[in-house]
């Protein structure tokens, strides 16, 4: 839908008092009724008291209540695409231990995911894609469903279409050459022997993320182990190719040009392999026990590792080919943490491709308090000790680059010590400020750690990744094995907002050397339009809002052009409905950022930033709010069908389920509390 501006006919709209004009100068009426919220969660408000607002704010809270697990957590699904699941399905074939039954509910959670048109996509909405649907048809393949199936009939239509197998991705491709439907040698090189480059080597596996590393090491392995399981023929999948492949099929693509670097990475794969099939490899051994050991080493007791299905698959798949049994107690560990990532109903399994609860948790637990529910409230109090107990306390990865920093901050799944996170940990510590936990001096403590270790975790240039510090040779996403695009971790608006926003929350003052730094990243990574591009959320409303929301925080005057630029952008975007939206084609096309179908998460944050930006009186934030209202369901949630978060822009989108609740109760809430304010 093409964003629209607003009718002038409908310029002016009263809620709680807060009197919004088309002009931005607007101020409220002299003597408006202002209503606080609240009470209303544990005590009635008398009939005919309540505004749409606080009806719809009320049913909010009462949903969050609802849901709130007994030991005071929250936790909603985490969606994905369907390689998650399908690669589960291969990796009990290879294993040899298939559970008809369990399979079959696997099974027809792909098929029900399937499109019309025979293909599976990576997020609600979007194109076929072809290695999604490769995975897809050789997981039904291997389940038992023959190639004469028509289900399978439409998606080899697609595939073929798209040029086949040839065509796919370098993990698509992995996964068919452990069952020798690919050739091994067509794979990019990982030689295992990179394990024993040193850290101060420029490139070494600590110039990876921290999801490629957990990634690469445990594949590494197979890599060089190369194993094949033979299939029976029903289940090969030799249909999928366009034509019998050719030497010449394996080969990469170049870039146009000689001396680029996807060209000069691509001369080194082709000696690395040259490399690879000498039988005089004097380090492997040494370099397949170090990897071996870095594995092990990195199991939390949960049985997880780095808290992401890649990682975990791959890790047992790794212990697997070096001779572990399965029921050896790191493989069977392996195997129950992967089982946990499950949702399992009466004819279907899907598999999670990881578990959100610290990142839910905080993320309800900031939108109730935004909502005014009091912060002695027993949910509120609960919620935030499960939070403090989760705190991270011992040393990661990340300690290779910052050794002298205080382990601090969480992660976002149950258990993942070796990968905090400082999206998570802001937000965390942003939720439990104010909550009257029993033991206030631990929550204290714990936040002093974690500000601390999140301010170490700033790179150079100013800005934060997630999980990594100075995580920025991008040289290595030119690596014929980085066809994702998404082996590093280097810093982004979006975190870098995040942390300006945790830091004029507790207080930091704006000349603050690590605010200053921040404040200079977040203006030279600003687009030319005026919004910031979103790494972890869908995509530049997503980025807008974190940014505008730290500038907010930090003291940034409002009214300075940069930040009046990006307020224009966002109004521009404004749908004829009200509300905002945007598709994750946007991170293909540049021309599609801001413009997509309303959600009610998109529309929360184009709410939130604008409201932060002194907007909150404005008839574009009125026909926001409008356009909750009216869209929240009566049992105070909100519809969502398109993905609104990014696991890798462009090609592996997530869908997270609290999203379409929790942003919409904080903008709600924000929009109620800013009555009584001296706005």
Request: with cysteine.
């Amino acid at each position: 839908m093409k964003p629209c501006k607003y009718p002038i006919s409908h310029a002016l709209t009263s809620f709680n008092g807060i009197t919004t004009e088309h002009d931005d100068k607007a101020a409220p009426k002299p003597g408006a009724k202002v209503h606080h919220l609240p009470s209303y969660i544990w005590k009635k408000k008398t009939a005919g008291s309540s505004t749409p607002l606080d009806t719809t704010i009320q049913r909010s809270c009462e949903f969050f209540f609802r849901e709130q697990l007994p030991e005071g957590y929250w936790w909603a699904e985490l969606e994905s695409n369907v390689t998650i699941t399908a690669e589960y399905i291969m990796l009990f074939h290879f294993l040899g231990t298939v559970d008809k039954d369990r399979e079959r509910k696997l099974a027809n959670y792909l098929l029900g995911k399937q499109t019309r048109e025979g293909y599976w996509t990576i997020y609600h909405g979007g194109p076929g894609d072809l290695s999604t649907t490769i995975e897809a048809y050789f997981a039904l393949k291997l389940a038992g469903y023959p190639a004469e199936h028509p289900a399978m009939e439409k998606a080899r239509a697609f595939i073929l279409g798209k040029g086949g197998i040839i065509k796919s991705r370098v993990f698509t491709k992995i996964f068919l050459a452990l069952f020798g439907e690919f050739a091994w040698f067509g794979v990019p090189s990982m030689p295992i022997e990179l394990s024993l480059l040193p850290n101060w080597a420029y490139l070494n596996m600590y110039e990876f993320s921290s999801w490629s590393r957990a990634t690469i090491i445990p594949l590494s392995i197979v890599m060089a182990i190369r194993p094949v399981r033979k299939l029976p023929p029903w289940t090969r999948v030799q249909e999928l190719y366009v034509r019998p492949p050719r030497p010449t099929d394996y080969t990469f693509t170049k870039e146009e040009g000689i001396l680029t670097w996807k060209n000069i990475f691509i001369g080194v794969d082709h000696l690395l392999k040259i490399y690879e099939r000498s039988p005089i490899r004097p380090f492997k051994n040494k370099a397949t026990a170090l990897a071996e050991k870095w594995v092990l080493d990195h199991q939390e007791p949960t049985g997880d590792w780095g808290g992401i299905q890649p990682a975990m698959l791959n890790s047992i798949l790794a212990l697997h080919c070096l001779g572990y049994a399965n029921d050896h107690p790191a493989v069977q560990k392996g195997l129950e943490a992967l089982a946990n990532f499950c949702i399992e109903s009466d004819e279907h399994i899907v598999l999670q491709s990881c578990i959100s609860p610290v990142w839910d948790t905080a993320l309800a637990l900031k939108a109730l308090m935004d909502a005014g529910v009091p912060n002695d409230h027993p949910a509120l109090v609960k919620a935030a000790q499960w939070l403090i107990e989760r705190e991270v306390r011992k040393p990661g990865d990340w300690k290779v680059k910052s050794p002298d920093l205080e382990p601090g901050g969480w992660a976002f799944e149950f258990l993942n010590d070796w990968y905090p996170d400082v999206d998570d940990s802001g937000i965390v510590m942003m939720a439990i400020k104010e909550i009257q936990t029993k033991d206030m001096q631990a929550k204290d403590d714990a936040i002093r750690r974690g500000i601390n270790w999140c301010l170490g975790m700033q790179s150079r240039n100013g800005g934060w990744g997630a999980f990594d510090k100075d995580n920025t040779k991008h040289i290595l996403n030119k690596i014929p094995f980085a066809d994702l695009e998404a082996l590093i971790d280097p810093p982004t608006a979006d975190l870098t907002g995040r942390m300006l926003e945790l830091m004029g929350t507790f207080g930091y003052p704006k000349d603050t050397p690590a605010a200053v730094r921040a404040l200079e990243f977040i203006k030279r990574t600003q687009e030319p339009e005026g919004p910031w591009w979103g790494r972890w959320g869908v995509n530049y409303i997503y980025g807008t809002w974190s940014v505008l929301c730290g500038l907010k925080a930090i003291g940034e005057d409002p009214s300075q052009p940069y930040i009046r630029k990006a307020v224009t952008w966002l109004k521009s975007k404004q749908n004829i409905d009200g509300g905002w939206g945007e598709s994750c084609e946007s991170y293909h096309d540049r021309s599609q950022a801001g413009i997509g179908e309303s959600t009610a998460s998109q529309t929360a944050w184009a709410l939130l930033a604008l409201m932060a930006a002194r907007e909150a009186r404005t008839s574009s934030v009125a026909r926001g709010i409008e356009y909750l209202i009216r869209n929240q369901k009566p049992d105070g949630t909100w519809d969502e069908e398109q993905f609104t978060g990014t696991g890798f822009p462009k090609y592996f989108m997530i869908k997270y389920h609290v999203y379409r609740n929790c942003f919409p109760l904080m903008a709600l809430g924000t929009y109620s509390s800013l009555a009584g304010e001296n706005y």
